[in-house]
């Protein structure tokens, strides 16, 4: 590999002329110094690309609903699954162990997963979500309104970081992609190389819709200049660089969405339970060792600061010092038994013992390492120097003054840590708001009191923190994972944004609208059936129509039941539901809320589903819940209860035969007033059974 470099735009791969070879980057093997490829957009017109996602890609993405595309990800996910040795072979090249390219390639392949999951779970299949209950704006129910999300109709740019080319890519593409925006990858250049790896695969595979992903291998220095309104720009790296791109016109005035996840000076606390000895000391000492030699340390959730009782800070130096001695073993990543390999560049090497020098000069005592070139081992099995490598070793410094702005404000981002001591939680919190705003916190400790006061005094400069203890250490993914289902993100130096988070991930790439309008203009809107528009009772029932048959506002308006003392007595003495408001007139009738003995709630919905349920087989296969229910008016022996249950949402499966039919249940008495209301979710046959 070691030619130039590819991008994938306007649905082609593309590569600069010969005459852009002078100007190209050379990419290099992080351990060897090899050169792997060389990087140039010279001659790329990067306009024409993004113009290409904003109507290809657009019109591509928008003819799927969201559970079409949720079903993409998830064989996106398995066609690079199945290739991923390929992925784990380059990643080698930029440093990458073997367990930090699992982090960085099977975390990315599970971001896929994860939203294809939560997209088919928690979306509808349809192209509109909506965003809380409906709102009542007329005493008749005539005029409503309601909040709905749709797509932006731009591009989302994702400008990514060295340390994780896969996961960083990936990790931004999936909530895009199910959110139906096209997305324009730019990978860092010294590990872009295993981005345009993936990205390939994806492209081989046939799955991208038209326009829905791109690739740009190298620099884009005008990149915005071309945004544009409904356009969102998500940006991993440095918060200087971060700063920079948001003062853009283009942001300021031009409605272009920006988002960041910058770098942070993570902290770590140990709780004043959890000395030496205690699961959690044990536990805290494992984490950061692991967090100061996962990627070479090149995460911008990896401990920075380890803030410790004072009078463990000692122990804890100790204890790190013996398991980095006994378990870390740095080296080319293809030699057997290294556990931490290079950083990802030589520049990058320079740049973390630059940070170190001033860390020590602001009053750090290197106490763990050393900034000399280390002794590694090599790809030929054999242990020496590498001076073409980015070879550095783990370094803990330890801070006297707590007080040290350096401390709280310079990253060198690599295998480095600093340790303090503090005297009192409060004195702990404060030291972690002193990093001005963080990723991620985490805390070791057994004790609830602790765990409550650091939370109360950490939680607003964190998007993130992790309590540690013996219960949850075996299963604990760690300080420095972020996961797919929670945010990703923080306050202040941290970016001020999020990534990641489930469906809220989704939610960033689409625009939330208020519609006002009409039951029936609100049903047409949304897919979702709304009270007071058209319905359909009587004719035939619905529980005899398919899924291809059945039709938004389908309803059954039942017959009238009357309830009798008796009923209400069998049932509390066959349920075992004898609370006294069902079974004691005198006490029933000193309750505020009953006029005396009542009926028991959940006899109304048993009865509501034999007034409106057809028994016979049919395309309905299974009831499987209720939502939402509420029980309104109280309802006494010799009141009537009436039933109509109405079509309101259809949600065919993308890869079953069957979907889900949620129906609007409402109960009333003989004098109209609503009783109950309720949703009943049943799943139905997309066809009707054949004859037999």
Sequence with gaps: MTEMLPSYVNGEWWTPDASAEGAATEVRDASTGEVVARVSTEGLDLGAALEYARTVGQASLGALTFHQRAVLLKQMALVLTERKAELYALSSRTGATKQDSWVDIDGGIGVLFTFSGKGRREMPNARVYLDGAVENLSKDGSFLGRHIYTRLPGVA????????????????????????????????????????????????????????????????????????????????????????????????????????????????????????????????????????????????????????????VDAVIDAVRARIAERVVVG?????????????????????????????????????GST????????????????????????????????????????????????????????????????????????????????????????????????????????????????????????????????LGGIRAVLHHMQRTAVQGSPEMLTALTGVWHAGAASQ???????????????????????????????????????????????????AAANPFFPGRVAHGYLLVSWAAGLFVDAAPGPVLANYGLENLRFVTPVSPGDAIRVELTAKQITPRETDEYGEVRWDAVLRNQNDELVASYDVLTLVAKEQAPAA
């Design 537 to 587: 009772p009587g004719g035939e029932h619905p529980f005899r129509k398919s899924l291809a048959e059945l039709r938004l506002g389908d309803q059954v308006v039942s017959g009238s039941r009357t309830v009798t003392l008796d009923d209400i007595e069998t049932f509390a003495n066959f349920t075992g539901d004898t609370f006294y408001a069902h079974m004691d007139e005198e006490a």
């Design 332 to 368: 080319d990543p293809r030699a057997e038994g290294v556990t931490m390999g290079p950083l990802a560049s030589t520049a990058q090497r320079d740049e973390v013992l630059r940070q170190v020098g001033r860390l020590t000069a602001a009053g750090g005592e290197l106490v763990i």
């Design 157 to 312: 740019v994702q400008i990514n970081a060295f340390n994780f080319p896969v996961w960083g890519s990936l990790e931004k593409f999936a909530p895009a992609f199910l959110a139906g925006m096209p997305t324009v990858v730019k990978p860092a250049t010294p590990t872009g190389y295993l981005a345009e790896a993936f990205v390939r695969i994806l492209a081989e595979s046939g799955l991208l819709p038209e326009g829905s992903l791109q690739l740009v291998s190298g620099s884009v220095p005008t990149l915005f200049d071309h945004l544009r309104l409904g356009d969102l720009v998500a940006f991993t790296g440095s918060a200087s660089t971060a700063e920079r791109l948001r003062a853009h016109d283009a942001v300021q005035t031009g409605g272009v969405r920006f988002t960041s996840e910058t770098d942070s000076i993570n902290a770590s606390v140990l709780g004043t339970d959890a000395v030496a000895g205690t699961p959690e000391f044990d536990a805290y000492v494992k984490q950061l060792v692991v967090e100061m030699t996962t990627k070479a340390g090149q995460k911008c959730t990896a401990i920075r600061r380890a803030i410790v009782p004072e009078g463990s």
């Design 372 to 499: 000399d070139a280390p002794t590694v081992a090599l790809a030929d099995g054999s242990t020496g120097a590498a001076p073409d490598g980015a070879f550095v070793a783990p370094m803990l410094l330890r801070f006297a003054d707590a007080a040290s702005p350096a401390l709280h404000e310079v990253e060198a981002f690599g295998p480095v840590s600093s340790i303090v001591g503090y005297g009192s939680l409060a004195e702990a919190s404060a030291l972690v708001a002193r990093g001005g705003g963080s990723l991620v916190t985490s805390v070791a400790t057994h004790d609830p009191e602790v765990a409550v006061e650091l939370a109360s005094g950490i939680a607003a400069y964190n998007g993130r923190v992790l309590f540690l203890d013996r219960d949850d250490a075996r299963s604990s993914t760690g300080h420095g994972s972020p996961l797919p289902n929670l945010v990703h993100g923080g306050p202040g130096r941290a970016g001020g944004g999020e990534e």
